[in-house]
């Protein structure tokens, strides 16, 4: 079957750095993504990683490890606007877009 | 900013009743994609159109479940007879490729379904 494992829940205080972890067994692989998403929102697209390594957009950077199946997203200054919900998701063999089940992140003054 | 249209917002039936679901993508998407969410979960693929035709719908219960996209550019999600089980969010998103690179999709506000 195919999955995702992320944290159900992390808080964090604002100014601090959090990491969110994914790990995942999918059939194929095209690339890992993370998307936000507000409560009552739409998700939105944060970052995409098709290759091993670190990409990093402003305070948010994202890693990706194809050999351990593993990645996180990295939110560094911490703002409260920053609390919502935080989705990996994974292109399988036949370029379907498989999501998480999502991590809560609240950021605590 | 272009975005994806989706109505109507909220929707509140009883069950056995039908409910449809209408989605505008971003002009120029050639993909577009209905997703169900349930509360506290991630999006769950129901069914992905490459221009007019359907590309997956391996997880769209057909027993109650059907979505078109006639012209390859709107498209109808629609549920009968509703089950107390479908209540959810139920997302449309686009993209402009449908799996190259980042392939990123832009979702809809989405359509919260109750149902009685």
């Known amino acids: 079957g195919q999955s995702l494992e992320q944290p159900s829940e992390v808080t964090a205080v604002e100014g601090a750095i959090v990491q969110i972890n994914c790990t995942y067994q999918t059939s194929g692989f095209y690339g890992l993504s993370w998307y936000q998403q507000h409560d009552g929102g739409a998700p939105t697209f944060l970052s995409y990683n098709a290759l091993d390594g670190l990409e990093e957009t402003g305070r948010f950077s994202s890693f990706l490890s194809r050999s351990d199946s593993y990645g996180y997203l990295l939110l560094q200054e911490l703002q409260m606007k920053d609390s919502a919900s935080y989705f990996c998701?994974?292109?399988?063999?036949?370029?379907?877009?498989?999501f998480g089940s999502g991590t809560r992140l609240l950021v605590r003054p | 900013e272009a975005e994806v249209a989706q109505s109507p917002r909220y929707k509140i039936t009883e069950k056995s009743q039908a409910v449809a679901f209408w989605c505008d993508p971003i002009?120029?998407?050639?993909?577009l994609y209905w997703y169900r969410q349930i509360l506290g979960q991630g999006p769950e693929l129901l069914v992905q159109f490459q221009d007019e035709s359907v590309v997956d719908d391996s997880q769209l219960p057909k027993d109650r479940f059907s979505a078109e996209r006639l012209k390859g550019v709107d498209s109808t999600l629609k549920i009968q007879p509703a089950e107390l089980g479908d209540s959810a969010m139920y997302l449309c998103?686009?993209?402009?490729?449908?799996?190259?690179?980042?392939?990123?999709?832009?979702f809809g506000e989405g359509s919260r379904l109750t149902v009685l």
């Open positions: 998103a686009s993209s402009f490729l449908p799996g190259q690179g980042a392939g990123e999709l832009f």
């Open positions: 002009s120029g998407h050639a993909t």
């Open positions: 998701a994974v292109r399988d063999s036949s370029y379907k877009l498989i």
